[in-house]
């Protein structure tokens, strides 16, 4: 016998998985169009496709209905704790972080933004607070010095996915208690704008470089300005030497690379989003 779960949210990956181990019989979600939908999928359009009921958030949280389980991933909004009342094995929230490090929105860009080598992905159960409750599974996830974020996302994905048969074997063994999260070892940080991407070129090389991989596309991308124009950078590379004469935060062409000097060492620029940088030349 299959748990009877609804999952809210818009983390659309999850929901494969979800539909083969339980009972999935709402999503709660709204249409996302664009590049979200083209790079992360759509939660609204895979229910669609395998004929689940869909229920609008505002509908949802004020009437919840009795079920088994409630999965939350890709939710912005604190749940109601009425709805948390409502799920009578669990509700879980799926986190891209090792909680209870790196709580809040935007942790896998702020994970390799601070230059983390490690993070993860961690089912917990789901409280009034953001990211708060114990934990029931968790597994840690490499971030190589070449990853992106969307390299890093999908690994988490992966991870979570095979957490989710963990959590599932766990729930029919009525095994769901967990761990209190660390209070001590907790941290939090805050939703990133579009304008926290502008580059500060008296951080190190391998600073700028970390942001620019952490806000790759689909993201709004690490930036800065050249004769009045925003750059977007979507590839670059931290090196040690460059041009002596060469100013901080101008790009040069040096050895038939572009070159900016930065607080220390210099950033080779592979590609730019909006421009050629044959055209930096003129």
């Known amino acids: 016998m299959k748990f009877e779960t609804i999952f809210i949210g818009n983390e659309a990956p999850y929901l494969g998985t979800l539909n083969k181990l339980s009972r999935l019989t709402k999503v709660v979600c709204t249409p996302i169009r664009g590049n979200t939908r083209k790079i992360f999928g759509s939660a609204y359009q895979f229910a669609k496709a395998n004929k689940i009921e869909i229920v609008s958030p505002a509908v949802f949280m004020k009437n919840p209905e009795k079920v088994d389980i409630i999965v939350v991933s890709g939710y912005s909004k604190l749940i109601p704790s009425k709805v948390i009342d409502s799920a009578k094995t669990a509700i879980i929230n799926i986190h891209q972080s090792l909680l209870p490090a790196y709580r809040g929105r935007h942790p896998l860009n702020w994970a390799i933004i601070n230059g983390e080598k490690y993070t993860g992905a961690t089912i917990h159960h789901l409280s009034e607070g953001f990211d708060e409750g114990n934990v029931i599974v968790q597994k840690k996830v490499k971030i190589a010095d070449n990853d992106t974020v969307m ?3 999908w690994k988490t994905i992966v991870k979570s996915c095979e957490m989710l048969h963990s959590f599932f074997r766990k729930a029919k063994r009525g095994d769901l208690a967990g761990f209190q999260q660390d209070l001590k070892s907790a941290t939090y940080f805050p939703p ?32 800065f300005y050249c004769r009045g124009k925003k750059l977007v950078v979507e590839g670059a590379q931290p090196v ?6 060469a100013k901080l935060g101008v790009p040069v062409f040096f050895k038939g690379s572009c070159l900016v000097k930065t607080g220390l060492g210099f950033l080779k620029i592979k590609q730019l989003r909006n421009k050629n940088l044959s055209e930096l030349k003129t």
């Open 192 to 223: 990133r704008l579009p304008k926290d991407g502008k580059i500060d070129w008296t951080e190190p090389a391998k600073n700028v470089y970390n942001l620019v991989r952490a806000l790759t596309y689909p993201y709004p991308g690490a930036y």
């Open 240 to 245: 040690k030497e460059g041009p002596i004469r």
């Open 151 to 153: 390299d890093v996302y």
